[in-house]
């Protein structure tokens, strides 16, 4: 079946010849699609986890072990899979929904692998190009930190600027945007158009259709043609190249159908409910970064649904680790109050890990978090490790985020939205008093963000509360019973009452 074109905007750069876009899980098994994407192109897929995007996204970049080679991607004329190595890696990148996996770890700092990225390629040091990349995506900030230490709308920019550096004529992103809030994912926009000649394509993933998306077509909206008509799991927008549009991308305060507003410095208590955690000059500092949090006041009530929401890197993720203690933050006060006549406070150092019986962190990337066999395994073992209750509340919340099916696999061989739902599961299983999530619906469809707010609006053990950062707006409307904005002049105020 010969590849359908849409907009022609030059000469075709990839064909995809019969691919079924099937995952792990088998979701969409049953049609085989065939694509043509030509230079100067936007392809902006949405699609629910489990379709097949990631496997597309790799068959174009000639990358993946399992994928179907002989004949299925052809690059310029060229079966993608008898291209030297080294071609490929000029000719094409992709940037993982995981941005950490773009970073070798050989270097202690951003600019060593900016620099190193570049050696790699076997071309001299082009240090204009470099410092045009960290200009462009705003990284000179950043240059002297450890890249693991980034938050994840950090690692997504510096990433995003790696693959771009040897200008591809493929770029790949997959899901990526998730990690970002919005004005940051107008400046990557713009960065990579400014950046990579007219004559490249932009492939970028999505679980959920972003409202920017819809606004900003420039060639229309098609379907992918399959060999079974009745197969559509995607919704493809193609556009022809072209400075972005501000107008129509991401002028949240006057686009936001549900803003988010700061809290007063000093809110007048609304509830006489128990104050469940206290924290008083709370501050944390990195030694790799001149960053530091705090110090700062923090409060929370007993059945509350906290959101912490604000830019990348002012120290969302930084605060919930804290509280955790993933990191040891400084502090005048810091305790739970469990009961009337029962409080806890941190333990020595040597005992750090009887904390999460009590503030419970899900880590935004799942793999940090996951380790046993099975996803049953995961779920259960976590909830009676720390809560003496037995499976049956555990299967009750993976029933409701939909993980039935995938009980007896291993996390590890579901696709990573998947993963997300089953660290998340975890978590809420151990009904810890105070519980962590950060950036909870990363990559997760419209039908997995709803069983998601489902899951949360009915969590409710006695005298617990949930703290939580997103990017994700109408999540935060629908879930959260307050809302904390955390900004780069948040010092010594109270966020909370």
């Known amino acids: 079946m010969a590849g359908t074109h849409w907009n022609a905007a030059g000469a075709t750069v990839i064909i995809v010849n019969n691919f079924a876009p099937t995952s792990a899980l088998g979701a969409y098994s049953g049609g085989e699609v065939c694509i043509s994407i030509d230079e100067g192109t936007v392809v902006s897929i949405v699609g629910p986890s489990g379709s097949g995007k990631t496997r597309f996204c790799l068959l174009i970049c000639g990358l993946g072990s399992d994928l179907p080679t002989k004949g299925c991607a052809i690059f310029r004329g060229n079966d993608i899979s008898f291209l030297p190595e080294e071609q490929r890696a000029l000719a094409t990148a992709y940037v993982p929904s995981d941005a950490s996996l773009l970073f070798s770890g050989i270097k202690g700092s951003l600019s060593g ?3 190193l990225a570049w050696q790699l390629l076997g071309s001299p040091l082009m240090a204009d190009r470099i410092e045009r990349v960290t200009e462009l995506f705003r990284l000179n900030h950043l240059l002297d930190r450890d890249p693991f230490t980034l938050s994840g709308g950090e690692a997504t920019r510096a990433a995003v600027a790696l693959a771009v550096l040897k200008m591809p004529d493929v770029l790949a992103i997959d899901q990526a945007y998730d990690n970002l809030d919005p004005a940051s994912v107008k400046e990557i926009r713009y960065a990579i158009e400014s950046y990579l000649p007219s004559t490249s394509v932009i492939v970028e993933t999505f679980a959920r259709t972003p409202f920017w998306l819809e606004q900003s077509l420039v060639a229309g909206q098609a379907h992918i043609q399959g060999t079974t008509p009745d197969f559509r799991p995607w919704k493809i927008f193609v556009r022809a190249r072209s ?8 002028e949240t305060e006057q686009r936001d159908p ?20 206290n924290v008083a000059g709370m501050s944390f500092k990195y030694d790799s970064s001149a960053f530091q949090l705090g110090p700062l006041d923090l409060t929370v009530r007993a059945n509350e649904r906290v959101a912490v929401v604000g830019p990348n890197g002012v120290g969302k993720t930084t605060l919930l680790k804290c509280l955790a203690l993933l990191c040891r933050p400084a502090y005048e006060r810091f305790d739970l109050q469990l009961s009337a ?52 509340r555990a299967l009750e919340i993976a029933h409701q985020l939909g993980l039935d099916a995938v009980l007896d696999q291993s996390p590890f061989e579901l696709p990573r939205p998947y993963r997300r739902l089953v660290s998340i599961a ?3 299983a151990a009904e810890t008093p105070l519980l962590l999530l950060d950036e909870p619906t990363v990559g997760l469809d419209d039908a997995q963000t709803f069983r ?6 009915s969590f409710r053990p006695p005298g617990s509360a949930l703290i939580m950062i997103s990017h994700d707006q109408q999540f935060v409307a629908a879930v959260a019973t307050r809302v ?9 105020r109270r966020l909370a009452a």
């Open 484 to 492: 904390i904005k955390l900004t780069p002049e948040c010092s010594r």
């Open 452 to 457: 998601l707010i489902d899951a949360l609006q």
């Open 258 to 277: 549900c803003p988010i507003q700061p809290l007063p410095a000093t809110p007048a208590p609304t509830s006489t409910r128990r104050e469940l955690l």
């Open 341 to 392: 006549d029962t409080t806890v406070v941190p333990p020595e150092l040597d005992d750090v890990h009887s904390w999460a019986r009590f503030a419970l962190y899900s880590f935004q990337n799942p793999d940090d978090q996951l380790y046993l066999a099975t996803v049953r395994k995961e779920i259960i073992e976590t909830a009676e490790r720390l809560n003496s209750a037995g499976p049956g």
């Open 426 to 428: 975890a978590t809420l």
């Open 113 to 115: 692998e900016l620099n």
């Open 243 to 250: 400075p972005v549009n501000t107008d129509n991308c991401l």
